[in-house]
């Protein structure tokens, strides 16, 4: 009788075994399950990280400082040039050509003023045809004075003189803008990864400034954040 059991029982185990060894039968797919699976993807969008506006200017070694000072040294604006700041150049010549013109404007009346100024010095007048014979006759008529016509050649030859030395500041000035705008594409990095705060506040100030009403006075804090 045991026997029979056993065999019974390994008849069964086999069976079981065939079965979960089967392989199931595919599934059919309907044609609204495929439309549906076409709005599924169509709806579903990839995903697609946020990316950063904020330019970051890295420093440039082969940049070289000494190139833009030099090149600004001898012709204005062209070390602007070489640092890519075009923007500075209308700006650099709009100021020189305006002191080259004061400079012609003190001039012509410093030279005209002052040649009247001798002739009254020394007594006499031009003749007509002469160069200043119609301005001479112009101040005559107009009753100058000769402290006017010396005051005006001082103010016209001290004009003159500043013209120039504007000139040269404004020309050195462009030199030492250049030398800093290599310096710093050379070695900083340079981006506006930055935020500033403006909040109002209460100052504590020392002892002596303490007033009886309030220990306190307001103030404004401004907070620089570099990230």
Do not use: C
């Amino acid at each position: 009788m045991q026997r029979y059991l056993l065999i019974i029982g390994l008849l069964t185990g086999l069976a079981f075994s065939a079965m979960a060894q089967t392989p199931a039968m595919p599934v059919k797919k309907t044609k609204a399950d495929s439309v549906q699976g076409k709005r599924d993807s169509l709806k579903s969008k990839p995903f697609v990280p946020k990316t950063s506006t904020i330019k970051i200017y890295h420093p440039d070694s082969t940049h070289s400082p000494s190139k833009a000072w030099h090149r600004s040294v001898f012709i204005p604006g062209l070390g602007q040039i070489y640092n890519h700041k075009y923007w500075k150049v209308p700006v650099i010549y709009t100021g020189l050509t305006l002191l080259v013109v004061m400079y012609r404007f003190n001039e012509k009346y410093y030279t005209e003023d002052l040649a009247i100024a001798k002739y009254r010095a020394k007594g006499t007048s031009p003749v007509v045809g002469d160069k200043y014979y119609d301005l001479y006759q112009l101040y005559k008529v107009n009753n100058y004075s000769d402290a006017a016509i010396t005051d005006a050649v001082r103010g016209y030859n001290r004009y003159r003189d500043l013209s120039v030395l504007l000139f040269a500041a404004a020309w050195g000035i462009q030199t030492i803008d250049a030398y800093v705008d290599a310096k710093f594409m050379h070695s900083y990095s340079m981006d506006d990864n930055f935020s500033a705060k403006i909040a109002p506040t209460m100052l504590n100030p020392m002892g002596n400034y303490q007033s009886f009403s309030s220990a306190f006075i307001p103030g404004i804090k401004i907070t620089f954040t570099l990230r």
